[in-house]
């Protein structure tokens, strides 16, 4: 085991005596309720936490979408299947039979936090960040084939409602992505791939059909606005998509071999220094990039200031116009400020895909999002302002980060509750969290999945993959994973497991 995740998992097992007494449990005939907003990592590894930690609390995870797992199933790329792995886990903690699985549930419309936070003994926001950020340039949201990678990632990943993306797939063979972190690689090799390379993922078919059949993209530029030496993408990302098939790489506006001494090189980090050598050992004969059928181009030190509608068809890109920048103090390339130049720069394209990261968003009027860090304002992990509310993964730390960090944040937030739970800074008095979600949820006529459906769901897109020779082909809209999902009976009152209830209404 890791040096870091021992400490971590040793620091997580307190005694249950420390983290719940039984004096606590003694005030209420009831054991203590949570309901976790969200199915991703953030909400599992806080899960976990509890149901570990304390003999008898009741947890219930409540999910927008009819499925489980958030951005492990629609975020991490359908060609790195090793990521998902972490759902077999995630599946065992779902198993549990003091876990409940509440799908098709929007909180802030289908049911209020505020009837949440009076119905259990505390609730705790971990869906993520939504939204996309902006450039807020012209051109953003005027022209056709401008899109984001939210939406680009959305749709070859099989998120319901993304399979119309209106993207001319033909019409680029030139594609220009504003970004250097992980997604926008993830952009650039799926752009990249062969249409082989990715038959046997699970990608959906449409998706793979388009990119076979229409797309004529056969050059990325990858577009960052610091230099080389403060990329955010990592070496495995890195080294992944520069050794696809047929592919070059080529560097513009990256340090001269001048500025990169072997002294200065020497002096970064271990990770920084890796990663710079593998970027340019990959760029070291630009003569046979140029000949290669696909090319990968990254540009540093510019930003974006339009998009421009192409000469031939002016509702479409057509290029982007750049400024110059350059690192402050000049000469310095390992300094993270940069300064704008009155350069200008020029970029032709028939694709263009904004990925600059995400913003958290407020599903509830009472969820207080601290303006200045677009994160819930909260005290390790315990949401200001609220007295039963806490925030987990994206919501609490902005958008960043890796399962690793995800789980420690996670951990945590879990570990302030069961100690805000011991000494009796949590409602003491009886809630009844499940039955009166329940009960809230059939009034308003939401027909809610369980996990026993997702499961059937499971099992249905495992077995439409088996025949097409993938791992899965997935359900693509919330009325075919509700037809998928299986006719559970209506369940007595005094238990309340979470089973089907009627059709939405609209």
């Known amino acids: 085991m890791w040096p870091f995740a021992r400490q971590l998992f040793l620091s997580s097992c307190l005694s249950r005596s420390r983290l719940y007494s039984s004096a606590a449990q003694a005030k209420s005939s009831l054991p203590p309720t949570v309901a976790i907003v969200?199915?991703?990592?953030?909400?599992?590894?806080?899960?976990?936490?509890?149901?570990?930690?304390?003999?008898?609390?009741?947890?219930d995870l409540l999910e927008r979408l009819p499925v489980p797992f958030g951005l492990v199933r629609y975020g991490v790329a359908p060609d790195h299947p090793d990521v998902k792995n972490v759902i077999t886990g995630f599946t065992k903690i779902a198993r549990d039979p003091r876990l409940a699985f509440f799908g098709n549930v929007s909180v802030g419309t289908d049911v209020r936090l505020r009837h949440l936070m009076d119905a259990y003994t505390a609730v705790v926001l971990a869906y993520g960040a939504s939204r996309a950020k902006r450039l807020g340039i012209p051109g953003e949201d005027s022209l056709d084939n401008v899109l984001s990678a939210r939406?680009?990632?959305?749709?070859?990943?099989?998120?319901?409602?993304?399979?119309?993306l209106k993207v001319d797939l033909a019409a680029a063979e030139t594609a220009v992505i504003i970004g250097h972190g992980n997604v926008a690689l993830d952009v650039a090799r799926i752009l990249l791939s062969s249409p082989?390379?990715?038959?046997?993922?699970?990608?959906?078919?449409?998706?793979?059909?388009?990119l076979a059949e229409e797309s004529e993209v056969r050059r990325v530029r990858l577009v960052g606005r610091r230099g080389l030496l403060q990329a955010a993408f990592t070496t495995k990302e890195f080294r992944e998509l520069a050794r696809?098939?047929?592919v070059g790489v080529c560097l513009e506006g990256a340090p001269s071999a001048a500025q990169l001494s072997p002294e200065l090189l020497a002096g970064l980090p271990r990770p920084r220094r890796r990663l710079t050598e593998l970027v340019l050992k990959s760029a070291e004969n630009p003569e046979v990039a140029a000949q290669s059928p696909r090319q990968l181009t990254l540009h540093f030190l510019l930003s974006p200031l339009e998009f421009l509608a192409s000469s031939t068809s002016p509702k479409r890109v057509g290029s982007v116009q750049l400024k110059r920048n350059r690192h402050s103090p000049a000469d310095s390339?390992?300094?993270?400020?940069?300064?704008?130049?009155?350069?200008?720069?020029?970029?032709?394209?028939?694709?263009?895909?904004?990925?600059?990261?995400?913003e958290n968003v407020a599903l509830d009027p009472l969820i207080p999002m601290d303006s200045r860090t677009g994160v819930?304002?909260?005290?390790?992990?315990?949401?200001?302002?609220?007295?039963?509310?806490?925030?987990?993964?994206?919501?609490?730390?902005?958008?960043?980060?890796?399962l690793l960090s995800t789980m420690s944040d996670s951990f945590h937030t879990a570990q302030r509750m069961l100690e805000d739970l011991n000494s009796g800074r949590l409602p003491t008095e009886s809630r009844t969290g499940r039955l009166a979600l329940v009960k809230e949820l059939r009034s308003r006529g939401v027909r809610y999945t369980t996990f026993a459906d997702w499961e059937q769901i499971d099992?249905?897109?495992?077995?439409?993959?088996?025949?097409?020779?993938?791992?899965?082909?997935?359900?693509?809209?919330?009325?075919?994973?509700?037809?998928?999902?299986?006719?559970?009976?209506?369940?007595?009152?005094?238990?309340?497991?979470?089973?089907?209830?009627?059709?939405?209404?609209?």
């Open 196 to 210: 082989d390379r990715l038959r046997r993922t699970d990608a959906p078919e449409a998706v793979l059909r388009r």
């Open 38 to 59: 969200g199915s991703g990592p953030a909400s599992f590894y806080v899960a976990q936490q509890l149901l570990k930690l304390h003999p008898s609390m009741q947890v």
């Open 244 to 246: 696809l098939d047929g």
């Open 151 to 164: 939406d680009f990632v959305n749709w070859y990943n099989g998120f319901p409602g993304a399979e119309n």
């Open 333 to 358: 390339p390992t300094s993270d400020k940069v300064e704008g130049t009155d350069e200008l720069v020029g970029l032709d394209c028939g694709l263009a895909v904004v990925s600059v990261g995400y």
């Open 459 to 506: 099992a249905a897109e495992q077995r439409s993959g088996r025949s097409l020779g993938k791992p899965r082909e997935k359900i693509l809209s919330v009325d075919d994973f509700l037809r998928a999902a299986s006719d559970s009976s209506e369940l007595d009152d005094e238990d309340a497991p979470p089973v089907a209830s009627q059709q939405r209404m609209q």
């Open 376 to 402: 819930v304002a909260n005290d390790n992990g315990k949401i200001s302002g609220l007295d039963n509310a806490y925030c987990a993964g994206w919501l609490k730390t902005g958008p960043s980060g890796v």
